[in-house]
């Protein structure tokens, strides 16, 4: 059953717990666009962080003691080494990733003083669709390589950008880690199984890097079409390449990605693109 709530509205979520009774909370809800958080920071940390606070506070109330954490790779911040692994210094540039990274370090503190049980989950790029083509990426506005490109292929856009050309990479362009959602969801219900026997963080990610070149000449091999393209300077903050060591989710979690080439990635996007209705 869907029940709509806001975190930064106690009550409402205190009539979820009510009716549930849940034993456990997968915590998804935040604001994630980048750019948008440099702009308007108040607006990130209010949601993010302080509606965090309120739904901790309500799981005290009611007993609960265990969260699954939907976390990023942006709480990295520039890489100072690659594969980036979940030692890397966590010196996030933009208030997104510091949001992230303050929840992170309240459920290290509530684990201490309130006995919290607790895995935030690192993502990657996630990217993909259902298996099915039922249920995929819908953005306003779309932000995501991945959707973009295809737009650009089937004429919803005219172009897509491609931002740099420059990058210390092999085809001048930026390199990042593409993890299915299909991946993320499994990775979820893993870390629901291991509360309790860890707290901590996990990187959720296939360890191998796509290029922006890369995802544009996979998306012209899966549907036939031309990509047209439009090439813009560098975006600052833009790392070169980010991509993960996702050892210790195998480890921990015992997880492994199912997908890991680009293109079974962009196959299941490309179906739900030619066949979604909003």
Not at 37 to 54: C, F, I, Q, W
Not at 122 to 135: K, P, T
Not at 207 to 220: K, P, Q
């Amino acid at each position: 059953a869907f029940e709509k709530a806001d975190l930064l509205d106690k009550d409402s979520l205190r009539n979820v717990f009510q009716k549930f009774r849940p034993e456990a909370v997968v915590h998804f809800a935040a604001f994630a666009y980048v750019g948008e958080s440099v702009r308007d920071p108040r607006k990130y940390y209010r949601n993010n962080v302080a509606g965090t606070l309120n739904l901790l506070d309500v799981m005290r109330e009611y007993s609960v003691d265990k969260i699954v954490f939907s976390s990023t790779c942006a709480t990295y911040g520039e890489p100072q080494y690659l594969p980036i692994d979940e030692k890397h210094p966590q010196k996030p540039i933009n208030p997104y990733g510091r949001s992230k990274l303050m929840i992170e370090e309240i459920f290290r503190d509530y684990e201490t003083a309130y006995g919290l049980k607790h895995i935030s989950l690192r993502y990657f790029n996630a990217a993909g669709c259902s298996e099915d083509g039922a249920i995929g990426e819908s953005h306003l506005p779309e932000t995501h390589l991945i959707p973009l490109v295809l737009k650009a292929v089937n004429g919803e856009l005219e172009t897509v950008r491609v931002f740099g050309t420059d990058y210390d990479t092999p085809d001048g362009t930026c390199i990042r880690d593409y993890i299915h959602v299909e991946d993320l969801a499994a990775a979820h219900r893993l870390a629901l199984e291991k509360l309790g026997k860890y707290n901590g963080c996990v990187n959720l990610g296939t360890g191998i890097g796509s290029s922006v070149r890369e995802i544009i000449t996979a998306a012209e091999k899966v549907s036939g079409w031309r990509c047209p393209v439009e090439y813009a300077p560098r975006r600052p903050g833009d790392p070169a390449k980010l991509f993960a060591d996702n050892r210790k989710a195998g480890e921990i979690l015992g997880w492994r990605p199912r997908y890991t080439a680009i293109e079974e990635i962009i196959e299941t996007a490309w179906k739900w693109e030619t066949n979604r209705k909003y």
